[in-house]
């Protein structure tokens, strides 16, 4: 333990070398932070094409060209330095700001973390500006052939704060980030074109579109975006536009959850938490798709409370709640009711009728769970866990002679780019598993086989390759974690019934297992309640 004293230091004023860093650390925390800086300053230029260029995710190189207005050789010197702006006038201008932000805020604070060059142009008869700088310093002015528009290029991010770049993770996970930056504009901005390259490869390339709707069928699968239903409300503080999945047809991992406070994409927890609990108990485990423009006067929104502007916060958090709730649950066709003190959403939805499980050996209760008498008393049997486990042994005791089961009507299903990229590094792997695909056409993918005993539908595929992109962005995809996904997206599914046959054999193999008592993940798949437990419950000890 240590006993020295601490020593005295007087106060000082830092460099400004290092003040600069320290600011740009705060704007730009990772190459998708530079790439949406970068964006916003096309679109506050009036571009209406933008392409982006990374490699390695980012880290070593990102160039974003527009064919905005430009910049002059004085207007671009001023803005690669600090608090620079051609938005504000004032202080008071801030509680005003309808623009994303200053362009020499974004430029500056990328120069003080990179090697960056600019190329810019105003007048396409006369020669544009090229200005290199590094560290913030500018090194170059010269004279460029360039079209009217602005090319901002950064070259090793972070390469003078090792510190901040030894904390960024892999290609592969930026480079997913830096993916998502640029759908979110490309949904908020159908008209501008965008196109996406990542190490010499097109990910993205948009057109310029008529409406939102059209830009998400170019961004998303048919299935995803037939299950979006529309909504526009409009109240005098506020007003809402935009889409969210039926309840019902919610996935697992969602494709989409984008919020837009007066066209800036923003993360605010009362809407999101307002979509959730509007779409009712019908949701489930799911995670609903929404794509949500709300608009209000620029005085009633604080942009400021996060140095990135990626958080807002409404002058009335509680009333925005209410509004997002009541809009949603008006669109998706869900009411609102008060009982026992609490909100509770419930969905309007017929069921079909369904006789009485049959009481015997087995016993089936929500679909979801089996209950088994035995001599000490009786167990409860996930059957999603329990089949989980079933099918994870049994593909990893197989290996490569894993029974196939055919199917008669192939399933097509179209992936997005980074679900792609997993498709390839991943295909043999995945057909060794018992899941035999092929490419038919593009990003559209034939799955020609599952695994035996399987219960893997269209559904169940789609969601097997956005796990397994979401998996390889964040860590090394093993044998035995491949197995584990195939597993759970092929096991029987809470909510499906089974005959008194289908309960028994899961049962039996599941206690044929080495390990019964847990799925794959570390779930309990069977809970034991004894005799001796349930005497005690009812006071009988």
């Given at each position: 333990m240590m006993d020295e004293r601490p020593i005295r230091r007087p106060v000082k004023v830092l460099a400004e070398e290092t003040v600069r860093r320290i600011a740009a650390g705060e704007v730009i925390t990772r190459p998708a932070g530079a790439v949406k800086e970068l964006i916003e300053n096309s679109l506050d230029a009036a571009a209406t094409d933008i392409r982006v260029e990374v490699t390695d995710g980012g880290c070593n190189l990102i160039r974003v060209t527009d064919n905005g207005f430009g910049m002059t050789r004085d207007d671009v010197r001023l803005a690669v330095g600090r608090h620079a702006t051609s938005k504000l006038s004032s202080i008071d201008d801030l509680a005003r700001l309808t623009s994303f932000g200053f362009r020499g805020e974004a430029l500056g604070s990328i120069a003080a973390v990179s090697r960056m060059t600019v190329e810019t142009n105003t007048d396409e008869f006369a020669p544009g500006t090229r200005l290199e700088v590094e560290a913030g310093e500018i090194r170059e002015v010269a004279e460029v052939v360039h079209p009217v528009g602005t090319t901002v290029t950064a070259r090793t991010l972070f390469y003078n704060l090792p510190a901040r770049r030894s904390f960024l993770k892999s290609g592969t996970y930026e480079l997913k980030l830096v993916v998502e930056v640029v759908k979110t504009y490309a949904v908020a901005y159908p008209r501008v074109s965008f196109v996406l390259i990542a190490d010499g490869k097109t990910l993205l390339q948009l057109p310029a579109a008529e409406d939102v709707r059209v830009r998400l069928r170019d961004l998303y699968d048919r299935q995803t975006v037939e299950s979006l239903v529309e909504l526009r409300v409009d109240n005098p503080m506020l007003s809402l536009a935009g889409w969210v999945t039926r309840p019902d047809q919610a996935r697992r991992y969602y494709e989409v959850q984008t919020i837009f406070f007066n066209g800036r994409p923003v993360r605010n927890r009362a809407v999101a938490r307002a979509v959730h609990d509007a779409c009712g108990p019908a949701l489930g485990d799911a995670n609903p798709n929404f794509i949500l423009f709300l608009d209000t006067d620029?005085?009633?929104?604080?942009?400021?409370?996060?140095?990135?502007?990626?958080?807002?916060?409404?002058?009335?958090?509680?009333?925005?709640?209410?509004?997002?709730?009541?809009a949603v649950s008006k669109a998706l066709g869900t009411r609102r009711s008060v009982g026992g003190g609490a909100d509770e959403f419930l969905y309007q939805r017929s069921f079909a009728s369904v006789e009485d499980a049959q009481v015997a050996d087995f016993w089936q209760l929500h679909n979801s769970y089996i209950l088994a008498q035995i001599t000490t008393g009786y167990v409860i049997v996930d059957q999603h866990a329990a089949h989980e486990r079933i099918l994870f042994e049994e593909l990893t005791r197989q290996r490569q002679h894993v029974s196939r089961q055919g199917l008669l009507f192939p399933i097509n299903i179209e992936l997005s780019a980074e679900q792609f990229a997993a498709y390839e590094a991943f295909s043999e792997r995945v057909a060794e598993l018992g899941l035999q695909t092929k490419v038919f056409s593009g990003r559209t993918?034939?799955?020609?086989?599952?695994?035996?005993?399987?219960?893997?539908?269209?559904?169940?595929?789609?969601e097997f390759f956005a796990e397994l992109a979401e998996t390889t962005a964040n860590q090394v995809v093993t044998e035995l974690e491949l197995a584990k996904l195939v597993a759970c997206k092929a096991a029987i599914r809470a909510g499906q019934r089974l005959s008194q046959t289908e309960m028994e054999s899961l049962c039996n193999r599941l206690f044929a297992c080495s390990e019964p008592r847990f799925c794959p993940h570390g779930r309990p798949a069977v809970i034991k309640v004894s005799l001796d437990e349930l005497a005690r419950r009812f006071g009988r000890t």
């Open positions: 620029p005085t009633r929104l604080d942009v400021n409370i996060h140095p990135t502007k990626q958080e807002v916060r409404f002058a009335d958090e509680r009333f925005l709640f209410d509004f997002v709730s009541e993918v034939v799955v020609e086989s599952v695994p035996a005993g399987s219960f893997m539908g269209k559904k169940e595929v789609e």
